[in-house]
C-alpha cells in the first residue's frame, strides 16, 4: 500500500467532491477487484483513497437500507432479512480493508481517520439498528416464522437479526435512542483511542545494551535476534530489546542482570500508565462506565449480564462458578511453584524476596533442574517453516487438505506476508490464506486471525474465503532463520485453528459464517489445534533441526511431555486473574470514579492473588477487553479450552487422525460457523456434553 502525506479531512472531502465521477471510477476500493482471486488491489491503495470509499459505500448502503424499509410489500424473510444480508456489501469491503490495515500496518494517517471515523460509522449502524420502520418489518417476519417454512440456517439468521435489533435499542423510546447514539459514538472513540494509546507507548520504549556483560544468560538465538533489531534501527554493534512479546519475554526468562530486568519489566506493565498524552487511565474508566450505562438503558443490570447473554456461558454467575472452579487449584499450585523460586534464590545465593520480574527467570533454571529442558535447545528444532509445515500436515491429515505457496502474483499489504492457496481433498479451490509472522512498529501486539473475505454462497456457488493469520514472532537472524520457542508454535497451531474455521466455512450467509459465533464458542477450534501441535507423534514429524534436518530426538520429546504441566500454576493464575479483572470491570452496578490502581488492586486483592503474579493483562493495556471485543468475554479461553480439552479427548479415544471423528468434528463444527447454536454444534459432534476433567488433567490441576 502506497502511502502518501497526511492532508486534512476536509480537504480530502473536498477535492473528492470536485472530481467525484473521476475519483469514483479510480478509487481501487469501490471498483470490483482485477486481481488475483479477487483479493484486494493492495499496491494500488492510497490512504487518501478510503475517506472517498467511505463516503460512498455509507451512502449506498443508506440508500439500500431506505429501499427496504419503506418497501411497500408484506414482509418476508427474502425481502427483509435476506435483503439486509446483502445491503452494505460494499462498505463490509471497504471497512475489512481498512481495519485491518489499522491492526496490521498502520500509520498516522490511517489512525487519524480512523479516529475521525469511528463516531460517524458509529452513528451510521445506530441509523440502520433504530430505524423504526425497518425494525418493525424485521418484527413482523419474526413474529410470523412459525408461519412459513425456513431452513434451520434461515432461522438462525432471523433470530440473529431480529436478537440484534433489539440489543441495539429498537424498543428503546425516542429519547432514549438519542441517550444510546451518543454512548455509542462516545464508546467508539474512546476504544480507539485505547488501542492506539497503547501501540504508542509499546513502540515508545527501547532497551539498548552496548556492554556484552549485560547480556549474560541469554541464548545465543537471542542476542543474535537483539543484535539484528539493533542493526535494522541503525544502531550497530549494540543489541536492542523491545516490548514486542517475543523481545521482552525472552530478556525476562534469560537476563542474570536483575536490575535491567526490572527495567524492561517496568516499561512494559506501565503501558499507558505513565500519566502521559498516551496515558489509558481516564480513557478505560469512562469505557467502562459507559458499558454499564448503555447495559442499564437496554434493561440489563451490567454490561456483563448484556454481553453474556449471547455467549455459551449465558450469565456473569456461570463464568465465576467456572473461574473459581479452576482459580483454587490453580492458586494452590501457583503458591508451590514460588515457594520453589524462593527456594531457588536462596540457593543461588539471594537474599531478597522474588519479584514479578523474577519469576520467568527462576523458573526456567528449576525447569532446567528438573527436567534438563533448556528452551534454547529446543528453538533449533521450532523453525517457522518447520511449524508452519507441521500445521498444514495436521490440516492434511485431518482433513485432507493441501497448501500451495504463491510469489509475487498475490498482492499483499506488506513485504512480509506469505500466501498460500488452500485446496480441499477432492483438489477444488477452498481459499486463500495470508501469514504475517513478524513485528513492526506499524502491527498492534499479539497473534490473530482475520478475513480480508468471507465465505458465503451466491448464485454461482460458494464464495471462497480470504483469511489471513498474523503473529509477532521474532525475526530470521544472520544466517539463521526464525526459530520459535515452543509457546509460539502453539500459537501458530493456535491462530491457524481459527484460519481453519474461517477456511473450511461451508454457509450460506456470510454473516454465519466461519467465527460468527460467540467468544467462548470461537476459541475451541483454535485451542483444540495445540494439542496436535504437542503431541509426540506430531512433533516427531514436523520439529526438525533447521540444519541437520533431523527430527527432535526422543528424549527431547520425553522432556517437554514430563515438563507439560511445569508451570501451570502459574499460567493459569495469570490468566484467571486477568479474567476475573474484566468480568470486575463489567460487573460494576454503579458509575463511579474509577481509579484505575486502586480498582485493580482491590480486585487482585478479593481473590487472593499472590504478589508474585500479575494478571497477564494489567488493565491500562488490557487491550482485548478495551480495544479488542472481548469486553466480560476474556474468560471466553477457559471455557473454550474445556471443549476443546474434551474434543481432543475424542480423538485420543479412537485414534489422532481418526477419519470418522476429523470427518464429524468438520462437517458439525468447522463448516458450521454460526449457522447452529454452539451447545447444539457440539453435542451434535460429541454426542455428550463437555467434561471439565480433560481439562484439568491436561493442565495438571486434577
Not at 477535492?15 to 494500488?44: G, I, S, W
Not at 440508500?63 to 424473510?77: G, K, L, R
Not at 454499564?292 to 456461558?313: C, D, Q, R, S, V
Request: proline letters at 5%; a negative charge; glycine letters at 6%.
Amino acid at each position: 500500500m502506497k502511502n502518501k502525506p497526511f492532508m486534512p479531512l476536509f480537504v480530502i472531502a473536498v477535492a473528492a467532491l470536485e472530481a467525484c465521477d473521476v475519483q469514483q471510477k479510480e478509487n481501487p476500493l469501490l471498483v470490483t477487484y482485477d486481481t488475483p482471486f479477487a483479493v484486494p488491489p493492495f499496491r494500488e491503495i492510497e490512504d487518501a483513497d478510503f475517506l472517498p470509499a467511505f463516503e460512498e459505500a455509507i451512502a449506498r448502503h443508506d440508500a439500500e437500507i431506505d429501499s427496504i424499509a419503506n418497501n411497500p410489500e408484506t414482509p418476508t424473510f427474502d425481502n427483509t432479512i435476506l435483503a439486509l444480508e446483502n445491503a452494505g456489501q460494499m462498505l463490509s469491503r471497504v471497512s475489512t480493508v481498512f481495519n485491518n490495515l489499522n491492526s496490521a500496518n498502520t500509520n498516522d494517517n490511517i489512525q487519524i481517520l480512523a479516529r475521525e471515523l469511528a463516531p460517524r460509522l458509529s452513528a451510521h449502524w445506530d441509523d440502520i439498528l433504530l430505524n423504526q420502520a425497518l425494525f418493525e418489518r424485521v418484527k413482523t417476519v419474526w413474529e410470523g416464522r412459525t408461519a412459513v417454512v425456513l431452513t434451520a440456517e434461515q432461522q438462525q439468521l432471523l433470530e440473529k437479526n431480529y436478537r440484534k435489533f433489539i440489543r441495539s435499542g429498537a424498543e428503546l423510546s425516542d429519547r432514549d435512542k438519542d441517550r444510546l447514539r451518543n454512548m455509542n459514538a462516545e464508546l467508539a472513540t474512546l476504544t480507539q483511542q485505547f488501542g492506539q494509546h497503547l501501540l504508542a507507548e509499546t513502540n515508545d520504549y527501547q532497551l539498548v545494551i552496548s556492554d556484552a556483560a549485560d547480556l549474560n544468560g541469554l541464548p545465543e538465538t537471542v542476542k543474535a535476534a537483539a543484535a539484528a533489531a539493533a542493526a535494522e534501527a541503525g544502531i550497530e554493534g549494540k543489541w536492542l530489546f523491545t516490548l514486542a512479546n517475543p523481545s521482552v519475554m525472552s530478556f525476562l526468562q534469560y537476563a542474570d542482570n536483575r536490575a535491567l530486568r526490572k527495567q524492561i519489566w517496568e516499561a512494559y506493565t506501565r503501558r499507558g500508565n505513565r500519566d502521559n498524552k498516551n496515558d489509558n487511565k481516564q480513557i478505560l474508566a469512562k469505557i467502562a462506565n459507559l458499558r454499564l450505562l448503555k447495559a442499564n438503558l437496554l434493561g440489563y443490570p451490567t454490561y456483563a449480564h448484556y454481553a453474556l447473554e449471547e455467549a455459551m456461558a449465558k450469565n456473569p454467575d456461570n463464568v465465576f462458578a467456572l473461574l473459581q472452579d479452576i482459580w483454587e487449584p490453580a492458586l494452590e499450585r501457583a503458591k508451590s511453584e514460588a515457594e520453589a523460586i524462593r527456594q531457588e534464590i536462596a540457593a543461588t545465593g539471594g537474599s531478597f524476596a522474588p519479584e514479578p520480574y523474577d519469576w520467568r527467570y527462576y523458573a526456567e533454571k528449576i525447569r532446567l533442574k528438573r527436567y534438563a529442558l533448556d528452551e534454547d535447545e529446543l528453538r533449533p528444532y521450532f523453525s517457522l517453516e518447520g511449524v508452519r509445515q507441521g500445521a498444514f500436515d495436521v490440516a492434511g491429515r485431518l482433513y485432507g487438505l493441501t497448501f500451495k505457496a504463491h510469489g509475487g502474483d498475490i498482492p499483499v499489504y506488506h513485504d512480509d506476508v506469505e500466501v498460500y492457496e488452500v485446496f480441499d481433498a477432492d483438489g477444488s479451490h477452498l481459499g486463500l490464506l495470508f501469514m504475517d509472522f513478524f513485528p513492526r512498529a506499524s502491527k498492534r501486539g499479539g497473534a490473530w486471525m482475520t478475513s480480508y473475505r468471507k465465505q458465503k454462497m451466491t448464485d454461482g456457488g460458494r464464495v471462497a474465503p480470504v483469511i489471513a493469520v498474523v503473529c509477532n514472532f521474532t525475526k530470521p537472524a544472520g544466517n539463521r532463520p526464525a526459530l520459535l520457542t515452543f509457546d509460539e508454535a502453539s500459537t501458530l497451531f493456535h491462530e491457524f485453528g481459527h484460519a481453519l474455521h474461517g477456511l473450511l466455512s461451508n454457509v450460506t450467509y456470510e454473516s454465519l459464517s466461519g467465527t460468527a459465533v460467540p467468544r467462548d464458542f470461537v476459541e475451541m477450534p483454535s485451542q483444540i489445534m495445540e494439542s496436535w501441535a504437542a503431541h509426540p507423534e506430531v512433533l516427531k514429524s514436523y520439529a526438525r533441526h533447521y540444519e541437520t534436518g533431523k527430527p527432535i530426538p526422543d528424549e527431547l520429546v520425553a522432556k517437554l511431555q514430563r515438563a507439560a504441566t511445569f508451570g501451570q500454576g502459574f499460567a493459569t493464575v495469570e490468566y484467571l486473574a486477568a479474567a476475573y479483572l474484566d468480568m470486575e470491570y463489567h460487573a460494576i452496578t454503579d458509575v463511579t470514579d474509577i481509579d484505575v490502581e486502586a480498582f485493580e488492586r482491590a480486585a487482585m486483592q478479593r481473590i487472593g492473588l499472590i504478589e508474585e503474579i500479575i494478571p497477564r493483562y494489567r488493565s491500562t493495556y488490557f487491550q482485548h477487553i478495551f480495544s479488542g471485543g472481548y469486553a466480560a468475554g476474556y474468560n471466553s479461553y477457559i471455557w473454550a479450552d474445556v471443549l476443546a480439552a474434551d474434543a481432543f479427548a475424542a480423538f485420543e479415544e479412537t485414534s489422532l487422525f481418526d477419519s470418522t471423528t476429523a470427518a464429524a468434528f468438520r462437517a458439525n463444527v468447522l463448516e458450521m460457523g454460526g449457522s447452529e447454536k454452539p451447545d447444539v454444534l457440539y453435542r451434535n459432534f460429541r454426542k455428550a456434553e463437555p467434561n471439565p476433567v480433560y481439562l484439568m488433567k491436561k493442565r495438571g490441576l486434577d
